[in-house]
């Protein structure tokens, strides 16, 4: 399956966005999806997972409660939604796939993702 990420853009602190995953060639059908995000001089982090096996969701500490993943019941595309976006917030934001089977803690590793969506650019600015 391939991925292409949207939704990224321009937005005031406290505003919202929402991102989203398509796949193509396949669904995302016995597959963990996760978001990741990169700003420029950091590493890539970890920003919410999702198994469609056992329909688990995790998310990193900075953005719980305030950020939700969901998935359309066709399997084809999955959802971040972003609220009160924050001035750490902002970078390029990625969906890739994993195995459905990784724990709350493995998701957070980037390495074990084997296909990545191009990005979409997320900032926040007043």
């Known amino acids: 399956v391939q991925l292409q990420a949207s939704g990224g853009g321009l937005v005031q602190p406290g505003g919202s966005l929402r991102l989203a995953c398509a796949a193509s060639g396949g669904t995302f059908d016995y597959y963990g999806i996760g978001w990741f995000r990169q700003a420029p001089g950091k590493e890539r982090e970890g920003v919410s997972f999702?198994?469609?096996?056992?329909?688990?969701?995790y998310y990193a500490n900075s953005v719980r409660g305030r950020f939700t993943i969901s998935i359309e019941k066709d399997k084809t595309m999955v959802y971040l939604q972003m609220n009160s976006l924050q001035p750490d917030d902002p970078g390029v934001y990625y969906c890739?796939?994993?195995?459905?089977?990784?724990?709350?803690?493995?998701?957070?590793?980037?390495?074990?993702?084997?296909?990545w969506g191009q990005g979409t650019q997320v900032t926040v600015s007043s």
């Open positions: 890739a796939t994993n195995s459905p089977y990784v724990d709350n803690t493995g998701w957070l590793n980037p390495l074990g993702y084997d296909q």
């Open positions: 999702f198994s469609t096996t056992s329909g688990a969701s």
